[in-house]
């Protein structure tokens, strides 16, 4: 499976985005997916997850009521929709196909992985 990420960018605070994960080689509907990211100098951090159906999420305190993951399995696509933008969400955000078709916050859940996308948040 290759994950492609896409749509970040440099926005001010305040400011939406939205990121998107295209999967080629292997659907991926099968699986849970979720979105990380990792600032400079900080440890990669979880940010949310979906289930294989898209009934089920999952989302980092920090996030909550900003962020939406979504799914659109006929497009082997995962998307993360971001509101409300603050400085502190500048990363590089990734995408990961879980092991299994739950959520989960745990990145050892995860095996395949995108090659992430920069978010930048301007004050």
């Known amino acids: 499976v290759q994950l492609q990420a896409s749509g970040g960018g440099l926005v001010q605070a305040g400011g939406s985005l939205r990121l998107s994960c295209a999967a080629s080689g292997r659907a991926v509907s099968n699986n849970g997916m979720g979105w990380f990211r990792q600032a400079p100098g900080k440890e990669r951090e979880f940010v949310a997850s979906i289930n294989w159906r898209g009934g089920s999420t999952y989302y980092a305190d920090s996030v909550k009521g900003r962020f939406t993951i979504s799914r659109d399995n006929a497009k082997n696509t995962v998307y993360l929709q971001i509101h409300s933008l603050k400085p502190e969400d500048t990363a590089v955000y990734y995408c990961?196909?879980?092991?299994?078709?739950?959520?989960?916050?745990?990145?050892?859940?995860?095996?395949?992985w995108g090659q992430g996308t920069q978010v930048t948040v301007s004050s």
């Open positions: 990961a196909q879980a092991r299994g078709p739950g959520i989960s916050q745990n990145d050892n859940n995860y095996h395949y």
